[in-house]
């Protein structure tokens, strides 16, 4: 049974860097054809990738936030992160890690974390 | 980037209705479609992928049907935990997008 959950702070000041952490289990994160990703879902809106780090540590980012994000992978802890810095308050959001498989879609999610910017 | 647009944004039904949610990009997508279902407090969870391929577990009252930039979701005989937001998704081409969903409420 794959499972995926995130953790980290719920609180992070305007300015800082945003760090969360997904720890996966049931399977290998270095398994290959799996993209692992991160996803956020502003309060009552649509879903927004941000980007995934490939199985053999390859990253990609969504256009929109390269410039902030940074997601790594800790292969022998079975967990990959996600670092967004300089934040705003328009980045509270719930934000998700997900596994994008093989079949081209995310089939496994983590239960996700709120996440809110304090000024 | 591949814009995903789903019509009705809501939509009010009743228990045992049949319906269906629309979902058009902004380009050709292939078969790269995949549908969620997320209900209040929880992770989307993944009901359709590759447009018309049932994922597991999932009731087969879903269905899912299109290629290139159109594509429906049906659900045939509505059921009491149907109730919920639907979203779209394409993995044609990074950036992965979504659609603004539909949400889907009893009447």
């Known amino acids: 049974q794959v499972q995926l959950q995130e953790s980290g702070p719920g609180l992070v000041k305007a300015s800082q860097t945003l760090s969360l952490t997904c720890t996966v289990s049931g399977t290998s994160i270095i398994s290959g054809g799996h993209y692992w990703s991160w996803i956020r879902q502003h309060p009552g809106k649509g879903l927004e990738w941000l980007g995934y780090i490939y199985y053999s540590g390859s990253p990609y980012y969504n256009p929109s936030l390269k410039s902030r994000l940074t997601i790594s992978m800790d ?10 810095s300089s934040v705003t308050a328009a980045d509270t959001a719930v934000y998700y890690c997900a596994r994008h498989s ?8 983590g239960q996700g974390i ?3 910017v304090s000024s | 980037d591949i814009q995903m647009t789903q019509s ?4 009010s039904a009743s228990v045992g209705d049949r319906l269906t949610i629309t979902c058009r990009a902004s380009q050709t997508i292939t078969s790269y479609l995949n549908w969620y279902q997320q209900k209040p ?22 269905s899912g049907s299109g290629s290139g930039t159109d594509f429906t979701l049906t659900i045939s005989s509505l059921q009491p935990e149907d109730f919920a937001t639907y979203f779209c998704q394409q993995s044609y081409t990074t950036p992965w997008t979504f659609g603004q969903g539909t949400k889907v409420e009893v009447k």
Do not use: E, M
Not at chain 1, 102 to 109: A, G, I, L
Not at chain 2, 8 to 11: A, C, R
Not at chain 2, 42 to 61: C, F, G, T
């Open chain 1, 75 to 84: 292969t022998s802890k079975t967990q990959f992160s996600l670092r967004l």
């Open chain 1, 102 to 109: 093989s079949n081209w879609c995310f089939d496994y999610w």
């Open chain 1, 114 to 116: 709120l996440v809110s």
């Open chain 2, 8 to 11: 009705p944004s809501s939509l």
């Open chain 2, 41 to 62: 407090g929880q992770a989307p969870k993944l009901l359709i992928y590759a447009a018309s391929s049932l994922h597991s577990a999932v009731p087969s009252r879903f």
